[in-house]
């Protein structure tokens, strides 16, 4: 064989390898059969059975053309319905519809238990009753929908469990080892929302003493949603916005983190994401319903069909039991790799393992509309009640944009991956790889009075009304980059603090009196304000300084 020429293999050699892909973001849409109402009569308890048996085909005639994938489970109520139909019912049919949809017919109860026919009281006298029960009824379900002849095991089809009992954590375990199943329906993570904003963006193995921790040793995995499509409301103690706005957002701000770390070659991880919902959710009138359509369909229009320049598909519908396979498949490759584990309990910036300033920037925005700024610019509306912001990104060069009829006049241009302040004009906001946020959440500091000796003045810094805040005096100028914080424009080693407090009517101010000494004419300070913004944890420094010269 001949040898290459030197200076090619010292080429080849040198070249950089090709950058190491994630996978696509897998998109779950969770929904369930919860209890019927044991209090209802019978009538009432069978229209119950056949109106979530309408829903649900409603559903599915939505997300079947677009090729969304259902991860359904049933409480054990629902499944006997279907059995005392029969193979050829409604039930039936549906259940087979849904199999085809996910592969995936998964057992869901709360604390109820068989005590006769269609009759589930909340009263379980203990855990592996409740278990037994529903399970048993699922499988039932399974077998009667395919007279007899289910298309893969029985726990293969029946192989997600979600349910209320027990709650001690160890019992749990124990169940979930007992029974044979392998993937936990999402839920008990969706704490995370508290701390961070948005929930968690990797399976893992949770741990028996903390549901967002993770215990390598168990024996299931958790994929990760949201709360129930369509909703604000407060689930598992916490207010999760389920809204279109702000479930688009919490999309666009994961997928900036999944972007980043695909783009810059980074180890791979298994992605998910999505929402739960209940049959009686899909309700004719129900806000979930015209949030589900808009919500699939946008995803399907902007992300499902994306390729990105490293060659990464960037999002897949999937299940819980797909994504519980995917992680199983990735953990198998990263023995003793940790995919995901919260233990701190606290906003924890160390600990944290996205990307922090699209955490802190994006936190409570909700999407407004996805904007067409020139060809090669992605780019989306935001707006957090009164302030509105501009999310945007290239996937190849940059260009510069005037964004001053969507926001301004004060800005800040931060860049979602670095943290870093790069801009404070609406007029000449320049994009690149980087996504970066123009955002109205921007503090401005001024002085009321003229700085004359034996004179009052009021220096303030602008900011949302209870926010904690502080006020910084330096006698020389500073140009200090801080990630996360801002430009310091004063300097820092004569940094004089005036005073902290929370922002009332739009300000935190702080009175100086300046002394009535002729010697002090022609001395001149800057001021610079900070406002503690993400829940009052992080300070963001004012777009500006302001300079007072005593006369």
């Not at 489970?73 to 039936?92: K, T």
């Not at 238990?113 to 009824?137: E, H, I, K, R």
């Not at 606290?346 to 699209?358: C, D, F, G, I, K």
Request: negative net charge; hydrophobic residues 40%; proline residues 7%.
């Amino acid at each position: 064989m001949r040898s290459l020429p030197a200076l090619v293999l010292w080429l080849a050699l040198a070249a950089p390898l090709a950058a190491q892909t994630q996978g696509p973001i897998r998109i779950v849409f969770d929904l369930h059969c919860d209890p019927i109402e044991n209090g209802l009569p019978l009538a009432q308890k069978q229209a119950t059975y056949q109106a979530w048996i309408d829903n649900i085909n409603w559903v599915l005639d939505q997300t079947e053309p677009l090729g969304v994938r259902i991860s359904f489970l049933s409480g054990g109520p629902w499944a006997e319905w279907l059995v005392q139909e029969g193979s050829l019912g409604n039930g039936a049919a549906l259940l087979r519809r849904l199999y085809g949809s996910g592969q995936q017919i998964g057992s869901h109860s709360h604390a109820e238990y068989w005590a006769g026919q269609n009759d589930w009281p909340q009263t379980a006298p203990d855990a592996l009753t409740c278990w037994q029960d529903n399970v048993s009824w699922v499988d039932s379900a399974i077998t009667t929908a395919y007279a007899g002849s289910p298309p893969e095991a029985l726990a293969a089809i029946n192989c997600v469990r979600g349910t209320h009992l027990p709650s001690d954590g160890l019992q749990y375990q124990a169940l979930m080892a007992q029974f044979g199943f392998s993937v936990r329906q999402p839920g008990a993570e969706e704490d995370y929302y508290g701390w961070y904003g948005h929930h968690i963006w990797h399976p893992f193995r949770p741990s028996a003493t903390n549901a967002m921790g993770e215990d390598l040793s168990v024996p299931f995995v958790t994929p990760t949603q949201g709360a129930v499509v369509g909703l604000m409301q407060v689930h598992h103690n916490t207010l999760q916005d389920m809204t279109p706005a702000g479930m688009k957002r919490q999309f666009l701000q994961l997928y900036v983190n999944w972007r980043h770390r695909d783009r810059m070659g980074l180890p791979d991880k298994v992605w998910c994401w999505g929402w739960g919902s209940h049959a009686s959710d899909f309700d004719p009138a129900d806000a979930s319903r015209p949030a589900m359509v808009e919500m699939i369909q946008w995803l399907d229009a902007r992300f499902a069909q994306r390729v990105e320049p490293t060659g990464s598909d960037t999002m897949t519908w999937d299940t819980h039991r797909g994504v519980g396979s995917a992680y199983q498949a990735w953990e198998a490759a990263h023995p003793g790799l940790s995919s995901f584990s919260f233990d701190s309990l606290s906003v924890n910036w160390t600990e944290y393992p996205y990307l922090r300033a699209a955490a802190e920037e994006l936190n409570g925005f909700g999407w407004q509309a996805d904007l067409a700024l020139a060809p090669g610019v992605e780019a989306c509306h935001l707006k957090k009640g009164p302030l509105d912001a501009v999310l945007l990104w290239r996937d190849a060069g940059t260009s510069t944009h005037d964004l001053s009829a969507l926001v301004g006049p004060v800005v800040r241009v931060v860049g979602l991956e670095t943290g870093n302040l790069i801009g404070t004009d609406p007029t000449l906001v320049t994009v690149g790889q980087e996504p970066i946020l123009v955002t109205e959440e921007a503090s401005l500091t001024t002085i009321l009075g003229t700085p004359a000796i034996g004179s009052t003045i009021v220096l303030r810094v602008s900011g949302p009304p209870s926010t904690p805040a502080a006020l910084f005096l330096s006698l020389l100028p500073g140009s200090l980059h801080l990630p996360h914080i801002g430009v310091l424009g004063l300097d820092p080693g004569g940094l004089i603090a005036l005073g902290a407090g929370p922002v009332t009517s739009g300000f935190f101010s702080v009175p100086l009196a300046i002394p009535s000494n002729p010697a002090l004419i022609g001395i001149s300070a800057r001021v610079q304000g900070a406002v503690f913004l993400f829940g009052g944890k992080s300070p963001k420094l004012s777009v500006n300084t302001a300079t007072l010269t005593i006369v």
